[in-house]
């Protein structure tokens, strides 16, 4: 297992290069800290151009032997016996997540391992079961894909669930025989080392996968800059991923971009209002706010609002605040000091916009003395904010719900529709013609009717607007990661063609 020491001798995090541990050509390294305790728990490398110029060396190996030549079985395979192998680790894995993130244990015994583990098994699944198109064309020809791997693919993820969503790529991008280079967030970096450690004893060949850890504007850009790495999948916020494709565009990489979120919930007056309160208190605060589809704008209309609030402000209330190891804790540390900082300013400009914080928004007092200088905040609710406002327009990616009424369909549309960004949006009712008008009139990738984070890894994942550029999930991350190559076959005997067209 690699770094899992606390304090002044944290251990080193090295790059995993060609099937092994390798330390930074530079030297350097960047503290991992716990967020909820302050402790530096590793000294991850500190990538540069050199060790991303090493893993593409090592991929381009590894698609020149045996894992170039991997059959579809033996891929599955691969990913089944990784799968398997995050199950073994499951509690070290949860702890090592919880610890780099900050989350709740429960959350990451309960969402962030089992997920990781369903993801190598889906698409050891669907490569199996994958089907390409044929086209007859006239009788005279047979056209049929083959689905080509790119060759090295770049893997870029975000600290808010590290496993989740570097399994959310890895997985597509082996079962399809590319090889990976992978730059996972440097604020929670230690899952993706035992990812690394697992796919070897799994059978994957040193090269197949490479991480390289680091910083985004060093580790990052170069992988996103690198010529031989021929698409980047990108999870992250809206500001990096438009460097990332400023980068990308002009050298013809395939290009994944999912990013930032300012997601409505949208309750009617008709909705069962006690699931809708389970299910806003879930969408707006399940890891501290900190997930891309959190719903952080709760629009409800007016008939049910004043009633509705004041039950949603007491259930925040009640969400029980504090150290992550705490099995009955629902809210751990954010991120960082840092981030905590900056959503705690998002609440200073709330207030002067002229919002009211009905509950939460502040340090909490209350916590055990191993976590009394964690980055912690109180679960908040805001509200008398015009749609117009800053604290209602960019992502918070916290703690954090605003809360605002509407009349009628056309302005909770209005209302919902009306931000830079269109990753998700749940909406509760009980009229059906209603879900289905409304859903297909929201601004939005994915929509959940009377549920939240309901997910099947075959459905299209992915953003509108600022919220990204193409999906992933099934056969969409297939075809991301993959290149269709289509062969015109001529029936024998099918006559002369016809005048060539284009
Ligand atoms: P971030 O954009 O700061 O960083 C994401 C990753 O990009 C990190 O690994 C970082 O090191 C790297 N990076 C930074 N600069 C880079 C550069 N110039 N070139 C290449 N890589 C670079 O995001 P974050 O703060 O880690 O994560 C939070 C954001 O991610 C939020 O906006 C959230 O909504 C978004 N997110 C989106 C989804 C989704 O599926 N749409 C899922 C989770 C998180």
């Not at 399940?286 to 004041?310: H, I, K, M, P, W």
Request: hydrophobic share 45%.
């Amino acid at each position: 297992m690699p770094a899992e020491g606390h304090g002044p001798g944290a251990p080193a995090l090295d790059h995993w290069i060609a099937g092994a541990a390798t330390p930074p050509l530079s030297g350097g390294r960047v503290d991992d800290v716990d967020p909820a305790t302050g402790e530096v728990l590793a000294r991850i490398a500190r990538g540069d151009a050199d060790d991303v110029e090493r893993a593409v060396v090592a991929a381009r190996a590894a698609l020149a032997g045996p894992w170039g030549r991997a059959t579809v079985e033996e891929r599955a395979r691969v990913l089944e016996a990784a799968a398997a192998g995050l199950e073994a680790r499951a509690d070290a894995l949860a702890r090592l997540e919880s610890e780099d993130t900050g989350k709740p244990i429960a959350l990451a015994r309960a969402m962030d391992v089992p997920r990781a583990v369903a993801n190598l098994r889906f698409f050891a699944g669907a490569i199996r079961h994958d089907e390409t198109p044929c086209h007859r064309t006239d009788g005279r020809a047979l056209n049929y894909t083959l689905r080509r791997p790119l060759g090295v693919v770049g893997l870029v993820t975000p600290w808010n669930l590290p496993l989740y969503l570097l399994t959310w790529k890895v997985g597509p991008a082996l079962a399809l025989g590319n090889a990976v280079v992978a730059k996972p967030s440097e604020l929670t970096p230690r899952t993706a080392g035992v990812l690394a450690e697992v796919l070897a004893e799994a059978g994957l060949p040193p090269g197949a996968l490479n991480v390289v850890h680091g910083l985004g504007p060093e580790a990052g850009q170069a992988l996103v800059e690198h010529p031989d790495v021929k698409a980047l999948s990108f999870t992250g916020g809206t500001a990096t991923g438009a460097r990332v494709a400023a980068t990308a565009a002009p050298r013809f990489k395939k290009l994944s971009l999912e990013l930032g979120g300012k997601n409505p919930t949208l309750v009617f007056a008709d909705a069962d209002l006690e699931a809708a309160l389970d299910g806003t208190v879930r969408a707006g605060f399940t890891n501290q706010g900190q997930v891309c589809l959190c719903g952080s704008r709760v629009l409800v209309e007016r008939a049910v609002y004043a009633d509705f609030v004041d039950a949603l402000v007491a259930r925040v209330r009640a969400l029980r605040v504090g150290d992550p190891r705490d099995p009955e804790v629902q809210l751990g540390a954010l991120v960082s000091a840092g981030h905590r900082d900056k959503v705690e300013g998002y609440l200073r400009l709330a207030r002067e916009e002229g919002g009211r914080v009905l509950c939460g928004g502040e340090r909490p007092t209350d916590l055990s003395a191993r976590v009394a200088r964690g980055a912690f905040l109180t679960p908040a609710v805001v509200a008398d904010l015009g749609p117009a406002c800053r604290t209602v327009q960019e992502e918070i990616f916290g703690p954090v719900v605003t809360v605002h009424p509407f009349e009628g369909e056309a302005e909770a549309l209005a209302l919902a529709n009306g931000v830079r960004y269109g990753l998700s949006a749940s909406l509760w009712t009980r009229d059906l013609a209603r879900a289905h008008r409304v859903a297909a009139a929201l601004e939005a990738g994915m929509v959940w009717v009377n549920t939240w984070l309901l997910r099947d890894l075959r459905t299209p994942f992915g953003g509108l607007k600022d919220s990204g550029v193409g999906r992933e999930g099934g056969r969409w991350s297939l075809d991301f990661f993959s290149d269709a190559q289509n062969v015109c076959v001529a029936l024998e005997g099918a006559g002369p063609p016809p005048a060539p067209t284009a």
